[in-house]
Antibody
Framework: EVQLVESGGVLVQPGGSLRLSCAAS????????MTWVRQAPGKGLQWVSA????????YYADSVKGRFTISRDNSKNTLYLQVDSLSAEDTAVYYC?????????????????WGQGTLVTVSS | QSALTQPASVSGSPGQSITISCTGT?????????VSWYQQHPGKAPKLMIY???KRPSGVSNRFSGSKSGNTASLTISGLQAEDEADYYC??????????FGGGTKLTVL
């Protein structure tokens, strides 16, 4: 059974940083691209970032480029998102999701498994 | 990065059919056959309902179907049931290595 469990969401002050984690199990982690998608309170889904199965290629939405860094440790089956220079606009539930295709890329095709999300609140 | 355009809300009675549209551009919906749809109940994670415009993952009811014409994709739910009440999001590949979602549609089953 595929499971994705996010952690690391906390209350942080504007300008602060934190690292989100997503522990994966039930599939060959290195074979799939992984993504982060966020949802601000009462708002829609927004793609944030993605990483190839090997970790060698990373992709970002314009709104987070230069502030967020995605990475993965295939030996630990864990996905990460380092988030820096946070502002109130970054307040959201952050979901990790597994790409549908098992080619290590093509996350844009869609994601078939999602974690339960972790809440990041940016406030003073 | 602007979102794909969906109606804010749709409604229908049990047993009826409804269609949710998702309008983009030739750079996303119209340019790729990589439209997917997600169902999200309050407080829950999104669930994949349709991918590659019209394919259903294993376990998803055949009451859900997808299609596309030009820059507009559509999700149709037939035989509406109370459990279908949820938010629905479309998404599409947008150019190289970019993924975009629609603004979401709230489905109310009357």
């Amino acid at each position: 059974e595929v499971q994705l469990v996010e952690s690391g969401g906390v209350l942080v002050q504007p300008g602060g940083s934190l690292r989100l984690s997503c522990a994966a199990s039930g599939f060959t982690f290195s074979g799939y691209a992984m993504t982060w998608v966020r949802q601000a309170p009462g708002k829609g889904l927004q793609w944030v970032s993605a990483v190839s199965g090997s970790g060698g290629s990373t992709y970002y939405a314009d709104s987070v480029k230069g502030r967020f860094t995605i990475s993965r440790d295939n030996s630990k089956n864990t996905l990460y998102l380092q988030v820096d220079s946070l502002s109130a606009e970054d307040t959201a539930v952050y979901y990790c999701a597994k790409a549908l295709r098992g080619d290590g890329y093509n996350f844009e095709v869609g994601c078939d498994y999602w974690g339960q999300g972790t809440l990041v609140t940016v406030s003073s | 990065q602007s979102a794909l355009t969906q109606p804010a809300s749709v409604s229908g009675s049990p047993g009826q059919s409804i269609t949710i549209s998702c309008t983009g551009t030739s750079s996303d919906v119209g340019g790729y056959n990589y439209v997917s749809w997600y169902q999200q109940h309050p407080g829950k994670a999104p669930k994949l309902m349709i991918y590659d415009v019209a394919k259903r993952p294993s376990g998803v009811s055949n009451r859900f179907s997808g299609s596309k014409s030009g820059n507009t994709a559509s999700l149709t739910i037939s035989g509406l049931q109370a459990e279908d009440e949820a938010d629905y999001y479309c998404s599409s590949k947008r150019s190289v290595s970019s993924w975009v979602f629609g603004g979401g549609t709230k489905l109310t089953v009357l």
